[in-house]
């Protein structure tokens, strides 16, 4: 059965900088292109980042140039490097294959205030 755990997340002023990471057990994510999602309150969840087996990386346009996806085989861990943090940025993280094919796990809380 594949897990993921998210963490990470907190309060951060706007301007600031996080970094999330997703615990993935079960499965090898060099098995699979994985990514990070969001979800704003009130709002859909949306794809923020992915990264495939070769390492190429796609980012949603918002977070494109302020967000850096990556991951540790060795620790098969995914994580999110989050800089330049606004408001709008506020949302639940979450990691997943693509597709989200797997449960859902507890999400990274992000909140961006002053």
């Known amino acids: 059965q594949v897990h993921v755990v998210e963490s990470g997340g907190g309060l951060v002023q706007p301007g600031g900088s996080l970094r999330l990471s997703c615990l993935v057990s079960?499965?090898?994510?060099?098995?699979?292109?994985w990514a990070w999602f969001r979800q704003a309150p009130g709002k859909q969840r949306e794809l923020v980042a992915t990264?495939?087996?070769?390492?190429?990386?796609n980012y949603e346009h918002s977070v494109k140039d302020r967000f850096a996806i990556s991951r540790d085989n060795g620790l098969n861990t995914v994580y999110l490097q989050m800089v330049t943090l606004t408001p709008e940025d506020t949302a639940v993280y979450y990691c997943?294959?693509?597709?989200?094919?797997?449960?859902w796990g507890q999400g990274a809380p992000v909140t961006v205030s002053s």
């Open positions: 990264i495939d087996q070769v390492g190429n990386r």
């Open positions: 079960g499965v090898r994510i060099t098995d699979g292109e």
């Open positions: 997943n294959t693509k597709w989200g094919i797997y449960a």
